[in-house]
């Protein structure tokens, strides 16, 4: 039991010091990588994505579904109920796709450039790297009970700068994925970098920025938020 309870404390101190000290932190967990670990800080933070997303879109009002085809005759509630399993679904997918094609995609661009750290490394560097996010998605979780119904109606129908759709798009895109706290774990992701790489802060900014501008482009097809 006593091992058990260690190991959770040390899993928190890992936590907690990659937001205090990440390079030390980040040095630390190379010595002992453990994918398991990430993995499950993913995992609560796609739980807690996925039940945000399920009480905003739960509060969504029941016109915002209502069937617009010539003879539609399914019910607006039915529609409502639906699309808060599909929100919620694809809330916890989009966490760990962002992880997963995230690290796929800094993995590529950091060989290219020289660079020796293992793909699994970085996925379990990337994967602590996200704790800004649990922050995020616990912030989100909260206002989704207090949020009122126009505040996530207005929330629903995007961000929008101009009549022309396709600058919406990807205005919303960036919007969804530059975060205050998506920017912090990107500085985080640029730390990460260099300790796997063992590459200079200029390559490792290279390399994420490159690698966001391409997740941020995905999104506006693929629902990553």
């Known amino acids: 039991m006593n091992k058990i ?10 936590i907690i010091g990659c937001l205090t000290s990440p390079r030390s932190s980040f040095r630390s967990i190379l010595e002992k990588p453990s994918l398991m670990k990430a993995t499950a800080l993913i995992l609560v933070i796609a739980i807690v994505a996925a039940w945000a997303s399920f009480n905003y879109t739960g509060k969504l009002p029941t016109s915002f579904f209502v069937d617009q085809r010539p003879g539609g005759i399914v019910n607006p509630e039915q529609l409502r109920q639906a699309a808060m399993t599909i929100n919620a679904t694809l809330g916890l997918i989009s966490v760990f796709g962002i992880w997963l094609i995230s690290s796929a995609l800094i993995h590529g661009f950091s060989s290219r450039l020289g660079g020796k750290g293992t793909f699994k490394n970085m996925l379990t560097l990337a994967g602590y790297a996200s704790t800004p996010l649990l922050i995020q998605q616990v912030l989100r979780l909260a206002d989704s009970f207090t949020a009122s119904q126009e505040e996530v109606l207005q929330l629903a129908t995007g961000f929008q700068i101009s009549v022309y759709p396709l600058l919406n798009t990807i205005a919303d895109a960036a919007m969804n994925v530059f975060t205050i706290f998506r920017l912090w774990s990107i500085v985080l992701l640029v730390i990460a970098i260099r300790e796997n790489y063992k590459m200079s802060i200029a390559r490792s900014i290279v390399v ?4 966001f501008i391409l997740i941020a482009l995905l999104s506006m097809f693929l629902p990553l938020k």
């Open 5 to 14: 309870e260690n190991g959770k404390m040390s899993f928190i101190r890992e």
């Open 208 to 211: 994420v920025a490159t690698s």
